[in-house]
Protein backbone atom coordinates (compact mmCIF):
# COMPACT_ATOMS: atom_id res chain seq x y z
CA UNK A 1 0.00 0.00 0.00
CA UNK A 2 3.00 2.68 0.80
CA UNK A 3 4.42 1.98 -2.50
CA UNK A 4 1.05 3.04 -4.12
CA UNK A 5 0.90 6.06 -2.24
CA UNK A 6 4.48 6.94 -2.86
CA UNK A 7 4.09 8.58 -6.06
CA UNK A 8 1.58 10.86 -5.03
CA UNK A 9 1.95 11.98 -1.63
CA UNK A 10 4.63 14.88 -1.95
CA UNK A 11 2.49 16.94 -4.14
CA UNK A 12 -0.56 16.19 -2.40
CA UNK A 13 0.64 17.46 0.52
CA UNK A 14 0.65 20.99 -1.26
CA UNK A 15 -2.39 20.48 -3.22
CA UNK A 16 -4.02 19.86 0.47
CA UNK A 17 -2.22 23.30 1.33
CA UNK A 18 -4.24 24.73 -1.34
CA UNK A 19 -7.55 23.42 -0.27
CA UNK A 20 -6.96 24.16 3.33
CA UNK A 21 -6.57 27.54 2.38
CA UNK A 22 -9.97 27.50 -0.22
CA UNK A 23 -11.41 26.52 2.92
CA UNK A 24 -10.43 28.88 5.51
CA UNK A 25 -11.13 31.77 2.52
CA UNK A 26 -14.61 30.54 2.40
CA UNK A 27 -14.99 30.60 6.62
CA UNK A 28 -13.44 33.89 6.83
CA UNK A 29 -16.32 35.35 4.24
CA UNK A 30 -18.70 33.53 6.47
CA UNK A 31 -17.23 35.63 9.20
CA UNK A 32 -17.70 38.89 7.37
CA UNK A 33 -14.04 39.06 6.62
CA UNK A 34 -13.33 39.08 3.43
CA UNK A 35 -10.35 41.08 3.10
CA UNK A 36 -8.64 38.51 4.97
CA UNK A 37 -10.24 35.62 3.26
CA UNK A 38 -8.98 37.47 -0.29
CA UNK A 39 -5.47 36.57 0.92
CA UNK A 40 -6.29 32.74 1.54
CA UNK A 41 -7.32 32.55 -1.51
CA UNK A 42 -3.55 34.21 -2.63
CA UNK A 43 -2.22 31.54 -0.48
CA UNK A 44 -3.95 28.86 -2.12
CA UNK A 45 -2.28 29.90 -5.09
CA UNK A 46 1.16 30.01 -3.66
CA UNK A 47 0.44 26.02 -2.71
CA UNK A 48 -1.19 25.24 -6.20
CA UNK A 49 1.64 26.65 -8.05
CA UNK A 50 4.28 24.76 -5.69
CA UNK A 51 2.64 21.53 -6.24
CA UNK A 52 2.24 21.31 -9.87
CA UNK A 53 6.12 22.15 -9.59
CA UNK A 54 7.04 19.68 -6.66
CA UNK A 55 5.26 17.10 -9.09
CA UNK A 56 7.45 17.56 -12.41
CA UNK A 57 10.62 17.64 -10.38
CA UNK A 58 10.32 14.75 -8.23
CA UNK A 59 8.81 12.86 -10.92
CA UNK A 60 5.56 12.28 -9.17
CA UNK A 61 3.14 13.77 -11.45
CA UNK A 62 0.26 11.35 -11.53
CA UNK A 63 -3.00 11.33 -12.97
CA UNK A 64 -4.97 11.12 -9.17
CA UNK A 65 -2.78 14.90 -8.93
CA UNK A 66 -4.45 16.18 -12.08
CA UNK A 67 -7.58 15.64 -10.34
CA UNK A 68 -7.36 16.87 -6.56
CA UNK A 69 -5.69 19.68 -7.58
CA UNK A 70 -8.76 20.47 -10.12
CA UNK A 71 -10.95 19.90 -7.59
CA UNK A 72 -8.78 21.55 -4.67
CA UNK A 73 -9.36 24.60 -7.35
CA UNK A 74 -12.84 24.59 -7.69
CA UNK A 75 -12.86 25.40 -3.54
CA UNK A 76 -9.87 27.97 -3.97
CA UNK A 77 -10.29 29.80 -7.09
CA UNK A 78 -14.16 29.39 -7.62
CA UNK A 79 -16.38 28.60 -5.23
CA UNK A 80 -14.36 30.31 -2.52
CA UNK A 81 -13.69 34.07 -4.15
CA UNK A 82 -17.43 34.06 -4.98
CA UNK A 83 -18.57 33.78 -2.08
CA UNK A 84 -15.98 36.51 -0.56
CA UNK A 85 -17.99 39.24 -2.78
CA UNK A 86 -21.85 37.60 -2.61
CA UNK A 87 -22.56 40.19 -0.42
CA UNK A 88 -20.86 42.95 -1.39
CA UNK A 89 -21.54 42.90 -5.20
CA UNK A 90 -23.62 39.98 -6.44
CA UNK A 91 -26.88 40.38 -3.37
CA UNK A 92 -28.36 43.77 -4.01
CA UNK A 93 -28.88 42.15 -8.05
CA UNK A 94 -31.02 39.54 -6.56
CA UNK A 95 -31.74 37.05 -8.75
CA UNK A 96 -29.68 38.32 -11.55
CA UNK A 97 -26.92 38.52 -9.46
CA UNK A 98 -27.08 35.29 -7.94
CA UNK A 99 -27.58 34.29 -11.16
CA UNK A 100 -24.16 36.10 -12.69
CA UNK A 101 -22.32 34.47 -9.58
CA UNK A 102 -23.46 30.93 -10.87
CA UNK A 103 -22.35 31.54 -14.56
CA UNK A 104 -18.64 32.14 -12.84
CA UNK A 105 -19.45 28.96 -11.16
CA UNK A 106 -20.41 27.04 -13.33
CA UNK A 107 -17.72 28.29 -15.72
CA UNK A 108 -14.62 27.97 -13.40
CA UNK A 109 -15.47 24.25 -12.86
CA UNK A 110 -16.27 23.69 -16.85
CA UNK A 111 -13.13 24.75 -17.85
CA UNK A 112 -11.36 22.67 -14.86
CA UNK A 113 -13.34 19.59 -16.56
CA UNK A 114 -11.65 20.79 -19.91
CA UNK A 115 -8.66 21.32 -18.47
CA UNK A 116 -8.51 17.62 -17.06
CA UNK A 117 -9.74 15.64 -19.92
CA UNK A 118 -7.14 17.72 -21.90
CA UNK A 119 -4.52 16.41 -20.83
CA UNK A 120 -2.09 14.52 -22.74
CA UNK A 121 1.06 14.64 -21.09
CA UNK A 122 1.16 14.76 -16.83
CA UNK A 123 4.69 16.79 -17.23
CA UNK A 124 4.51 18.09 -20.72
CA UNK A 125 3.54 22.24 -20.40
CA UNK A 126 1.93 23.97 -22.86
CA UNK A 127 -0.02 27.58 -22.83
CA UNK A 128 -3.41 27.21 -21.29
CA UNK A 129 -6.76 27.21 -23.27
CA UNK A 130 -9.03 29.78 -21.65
CA UNK A 131 -7.70 31.98 -18.82
CA UNK A 132 -6.58 29.71 -16.29
CA UNK A 133 -9.08 29.16 -13.06
CA UNK A 134 -6.77 30.78 -10.73
CA UNK A 135 -5.76 33.74 -12.14
CA UNK A 136 -9.31 34.16 -12.63
CA UNK A 137 -10.24 33.70 -9.15
CA UNK A 138 -6.98 35.54 -7.96
CA UNK A 139 -8.00 38.29 -9.56
CA UNK A 140 -11.15 38.67 -7.77
CA UNK A 141 -9.61 38.52 -4.47
CA UNK A 142 -6.54 40.72 -5.64
CA UNK A 143 -9.18 43.29 -5.97
CA UNK A 144 -10.52 42.98 -3.07
CA UNK A 145 -7.32 43.61 -1.45
CA UNK A 146 -6.33 46.20 -3.76
CA UNK A 147 -9.40 48.07 -3.26
CA UNK A 148 -9.45 48.02 0.59
CA UNK A 149 -5.89 49.17 0.72
CA UNK A 150 -6.57 52.36 -1.67
CA UNK A 151 -9.86 53.18 -0.60
CA UNK A 152 -10.78 51.34 2.40
CA UNK A 153 -14.12 49.87 0.60
CA UNK A 154 -15.00 48.09 -2.69
CA UNK A 155 -14.18 50.24 -5.43
CA UNK A 156 -17.25 50.25 -7.71
CA UNK A 157 -18.83 47.04 -6.28
CA UNK A 158 -21.96 47.23 -9.13
CA UNK A 159 -19.55 46.48 -11.91
CA UNK A 160 -17.97 43.40 -10.12
CA UNK A 161 -21.23 41.61 -11.18
CA UNK A 162 -20.67 41.99 -14.71
CA UNK A 163 -16.74 41.52 -14.88
CA UNK A 164 -17.19 38.23 -13.47
CA UNK A 165 -19.45 37.19 -15.87
CA UNK A 166 -16.65 38.18 -18.10
CA UNK A 167 -13.96 36.41 -16.56
CA UNK A 168 -16.42 33.39 -17.20
CA UNK A 169 -16.33 33.76 -20.50
CA UNK A 170 -12.74 34.37 -20.95
CA UNK A 171 -12.28 30.82 -18.85
CA UNK A 172 -14.56 29.59 -21.35
CA UNK A 173 -13.20 31.04 -24.05
CA UNK A 174 -10.29 29.61 -26.89
CA UNK A 175 -7.81 32.65 -26.16
CA UNK A 176 -4.52 31.21 -25.12
CA UNK A 177 -2.65 32.17 -21.98
CA UNK A 178 0.93 31.85 -21.30
CA UNK A 179 2.41 29.44 -18.75
CA UNK A 180 5.10 31.45 -16.41
CA UNK A 181 7.20 28.24 -15.08
CA UNK A 182 8.24 27.38 -18.73
CA UNK A 183 8.68 29.91 -21.49
CA UNK A 184 11.34 29.16 -23.81
CA UNK A 185 10.41 31.09 -26.93
CA UNK A 186 12.22 34.33 -28.00
CA UNK A 187 9.76 36.26 -28.88
CA UNK A 188 8.25 39.78 -28.44
CA UNK A 189 5.48 37.84 -26.06
CA UNK A 190 8.23 35.69 -24.17
CA UNK A 191 9.56 39.00 -23.07
CA UNK A 192 6.85 40.97 -22.29
CA UNK A 193 5.57 38.15 -20.06
CA UNK A 194 8.99 37.68 -18.92
CA UNK A 195 8.64 41.77 -18.15
CA UNK A 196 5.73 41.18 -16.47
CA UNK A 197 7.25 38.24 -13.97
CA UNK A 198 9.84 40.44 -12.85
CA UNK A 199 7.42 43.18 -11.63
CA UNK A 200 5.28 40.99 -10.17
CA UNK A 201 8.42 39.76 -8.32
CA UNK A 202 9.55 43.14 -7.64
CA UNK A 203 6.18 44.74 -6.37
CA UNK A 204 5.01 41.83 -4.56
CA UNK A 205 8.55 42.01 -2.25
CA UNK A 206 7.66 45.94 -2.04
CA UNK A 207 3.92 46.21 -1.74
CA UNK A 208 2.08 43.29 -2.69
CA UNK A 209 -1.11 44.96 -1.89
CA UNK A 210 -0.79 47.40 -4.62
CA UNK A 211 0.93 44.50 -7.19
CA UNK A 212 -1.29 41.74 -6.85
CA UNK A 213 -3.84 43.20 -8.90
CA UNK A 214 -2.47 44.87 -11.38
CA UNK A 215 0.00 42.53 -12.33
CA UNK A 216 -2.92 39.64 -12.66
CA UNK A 217 -4.73 42.27 -15.11
CA UNK A 218 -1.87 42.65 -17.16
CA UNK A 219 -1.67 38.68 -17.57
CA UNK A 220 -5.54 38.73 -18.74
CA UNK A 221 -4.47 41.50 -21.03
CA UNK A 222 -1.38 39.43 -22.53
CA UNK A 223 -3.77 36.70 -23.04
CA UNK A 224 -6.14 38.96 -25.32
CA UNK A 225 -3.99 41.37 -26.87
CA UNK A 226 -2.04 38.09 -28.30
CA UNK A 227 -5.26 36.69 -29.61
CA UNK A 228 -6.16 39.92 -30.77
CA UNK A 229 -2.66 39.74 -32.70
CA UNK A 230 -2.62 36.28 -34.39
CA UNK A 231 -6.32 37.44 -35.30
CA UNK A 232 -5.28 40.54 -37.36
CA UNK A 233 -2.48 38.71 -38.79
CA UNK A 234 -4.55 35.65 -39.72
CA UNK A 235 -6.92 38.58 -41.47
CA UNK A 236 -4.16 39.89 -43.22
CA UNK A 237 -2.66 36.61 -44.61
CA UNK A 238 -5.91 35.50 -45.77
CA UNK A 239 -6.54 38.95 -47.56
CA UNK A 240 -2.95 38.83 -48.90
CA UNK A 241 -3.88 34.81 -50.68
CA UNK A 242 -7.12 36.25 -51.83
CA UNK A 243 -5.45 39.24 -53.47
CA UNK A 244 -2.89 36.98 -55.08
CA UNK A 245 -5.69 34.35 -56.39
CA UNK A 246 -7.19 37.11 -58.02
CA UNK A 247 -4.28 38.47 -59.26
CA UNK A 248 -3.25 35.01 -61.19
CA UNK A 249 -6.70 34.74 -62.45
Known sequence: MAAKLKPVFLPSVFTSGNLFCGMF?????????????????????????????????????????????????????????????YPLCFQPHGVPGALMAFVFVAAGAIRLARYNVGVKSLTAKSD??????????????????????????????????????????????????????????????????????????????VRPQLTLFPALFMYLLLGLTGWAGRGVAKLVTHKAKRSKDSADC
Open 25 to 85: AVMEAMRGNSYRGAWFVILAAFFDVTDGFVARVTGQASRFGVEFDSLSDVVSFVLAPMILI
Open 128 to 205: FRGLPTPAAGCLVASYLIFSRYIAGAVLWPEYLAPAAVLLALLMLSSVEYPTFPKIAARSIHSYVTYGIMVLAVIGLA
